[in-house]
Protein backbone atom coordinates (compact mmCIF):
# COMPACT_ATOMS: atom_id res chain seq x y z
CA UNK A 1 0.00 0.00 0.00
CA UNK A 2 1.12 3.36 -1.23
CA UNK A 3 1.70 6.22 1.68
CA UNK A 4 -1.01 8.33 -0.26
CA UNK A 5 -3.46 4.95 -0.52
CA UNK A 6 -3.31 4.97 3.17
CA UNK A 7 -3.48 8.65 3.81
CA UNK A 8 -6.35 8.25 1.66
CA UNK A 9 -8.12 5.15 3.42
CA UNK A 10 -7.34 6.98 6.70
CA UNK A 11 -9.40 9.94 5.91
CA UNK A 12 -12.24 7.70 4.28
CA UNK A 13 -12.40 5.51 7.79
CA UNK A 14 -12.35 9.00 10.19
CA UNK A 15 -14.94 10.41 8.02
CA UNK A 16 -17.06 7.28 8.37
CA UNK A 17 -16.37 6.70 11.86
CA UNK A 18 -17.34 10.80 12.69
CA UNK A 19 -21.18 9.22 11.45
CA UNK A 20 -21.06 6.61 13.79
CA UNK A 21 -23.67 6.55 16.98
CA UNK A 22 -20.44 6.54 19.80
CA UNK A 23 -21.48 6.03 23.43
CA UNK A 24 -19.33 7.47 26.23
CA UNK A 25 -18.16 4.86 29.15
CA UNK A 26 -20.24 4.32 31.79
CA UNK A 27 -17.10 5.66 34.04
CA UNK A 28 -17.30 8.92 32.77
CA UNK A 29 -18.30 11.97 34.08
CA UNK A 30 -19.43 15.43 33.38
CA UNK A 31 -15.89 16.64 34.84
CA UNK A 32 -13.75 15.40 32.16
CA UNK A 33 -11.03 12.82 33.14
CA UNK A 34 -10.30 10.26 31.01
CA UNK A 35 -12.92 9.07 29.37
CA UNK A 36 -13.30 6.75 26.32
CA UNK A 37 -16.32 6.58 23.63
CA UNK A 38 -16.86 3.32 22.22
CA UNK A 39 -18.57 2.83 18.75
CA UNK A 40 -20.05 -0.80 17.36
CA UNK A 41 -20.04 -0.94 13.65
CA UNK A 42 -20.03 -4.24 11.55
CA UNK A 43 -16.97 -6.33 12.07
CA UNK A 44 -15.22 -2.88 13.66
CA UNK A 45 -14.73 -1.51 17.34
CA UNK A 46 -14.18 2.36 16.72
CA UNK A 47 -12.63 3.96 20.26
CA UNK A 48 -12.05 7.67 20.91
CA UNK A 49 -11.15 10.24 23.43
CA UNK A 50 -14.45 12.00 24.41
CA UNK A 51 -12.72 15.28 24.84
CA UNK A 52 -11.80 15.44 21.30
CA UNK A 53 -14.86 13.90 19.93
CA UNK A 54 -12.92 14.95 16.29
CA UNK A 55 -10.18 13.81 16.76
CA UNK A 56 -8.99 10.48 15.87
CA UNK A 57 -9.90 7.01 16.41
CA UNK A 58 -8.52 3.75 17.09
CA UNK A 59 -10.87 1.08 14.84
CA UNK A 60 -10.08 -2.72 16.06
CA UNK A 61 -12.00 -5.54 14.64
CA UNK A 62 -14.63 -6.97 17.26
CA UNK A 63 -12.27 -10.07 17.74
CA UNK A 64 -9.68 -7.92 19.02
CA UNK A 65 -12.12 -6.16 21.30
CA UNK A 66 -13.79 -8.89 22.43
CA UNK A 67 -10.50 -10.19 23.49
CA UNK A 68 -9.17 -7.04 25.12
CA UNK A 69 -11.79 -6.35 27.47
CA UNK A 70 -12.31 -9.15 29.67
CA UNK A 71 -8.12 -8.25 30.46
CA UNK A 72 -8.99 -5.07 31.61
CA UNK A 73 -12.05 -6.02 33.67
CA UNK A 74 -9.78 -8.46 34.86
CA UNK A 75 -6.99 -5.68 36.06
CA UNK A 76 -9.17 -3.01 37.65
Known sequence: MTEQHASRTARDLAARAARWQWRKS????????????????????????????????????TAAWSSFVPLVRRDR
Open 26 to 61: SYSNDSGGNCLEIAHRDSSVGIRDSKYPKGPALVVS
